[in-house]
């Protein structure tokens, strides 16, 4: 019996914070709001009306392998074709990557 108690009990506790439970589609508001890249993107948004942008990831154990790469060329050419997409950005048609001590640093 105790061990029904305890299970719904922690059952109800856990739903009461699922119901708390929010998730932000803004990639903003997970980056430094201080970011001059954030700042110009906000700006931009604010100036022209919006500023939706969408991310696509591909999961690979090699992402430098040909078959990967390719298939990140293919896609990018892809979307780079429909309607509405003012530009597209992926590892096959950047100019320059940079290793920072923050981490990457990507030129287009």
């Keep these: 019996m105790l061990i029904i ?6 059952t109800i506790f856990f739903a009461i914070g699922l119901s708390r ?3 932000s589609s ?3 508001s997970y980056l430094r709001p201080d970011d001059p890249v954030v700042q110009l993107f906000k700006r931009i948004g604010e100036e022209y009306g ?5 991310m696509v990831a591909i999961e690979s154990d090699a992402v430098f ?3 990967t790469l390719n298939t990140i060329n293919q896609r990018t050419e892809n979307y780079t074709n429909i309607s509405g997409v003012s530009s597209v950005m992926s590892l096959t048609n950047i100019l320059d ?4 001590s923050g981490g990457l640093e990507i030129y287009s």
């Design 97 to 100: 990557i940079k290793k920072t």
């Design 26 to 28: 803004d990639m903003l």
């Design 21 to 23: 439970l929010k998730i």
């Design 65 to 67: 392998s040909a078959k």
């Design 50 to 54: 919006g500023n939706t942008m969408a």
């Design 5 to 10: 108690l305890t299970t719904l009990g922690l």
